[in-house]
């Protein structure tokens, strides 16, 4: 991180593109000011690439009931596996996230869409069969 800012030399402002009325000081300030907020922008970026992906357990692992299942014999999802009630886990291949949905791929292909994700509630939903749930968390 500190590697980033010390490779950023200093960008020669001229006065001349402040105005006829301004002052040298005030041009120095003015770029002084520019760099800070240049350095604490790129304080940021670089702590938010040095973040992971995604910090701890994605909000929809856990046991689910609801449609098919209950909580004797849940849905039981995670970013690595993923089984139907009553099944043997899968391996999941990917795991897509975008405003308001994940969805998640199977390595056999097979793939189910997670919407409104809560803490104690989401909707199941399976491109394949068309099939809804509302699930709800199992304690």
Known sequence: M???IALIEPIPLPVEALGGGQSVRH???LKRMTMD???IALTIVAGLAAAPA???APPF???W???PASCALPFHITAKTYAAPGAPPSPVAKVEHSRG???IELKDGYSVTLMDVKPRSMTWHS???GDTFDLTRCP
């Open 101 to 103: 949905w994940w969805r």
């Open 54 to 56: 995604m910090a701890g």
């Open 65 to 67: 009931s609801g449609g």
């Open 127 to 129: 491109p394949e069969s």
């Open 2 to 4: 500190s590697d980033a």
């Open 37 to 39: 907020k240049l350095q």
């Open 27 to 29: 041009a120095k300030k």
């Open 61 to 63: 692992e856990g046991r």
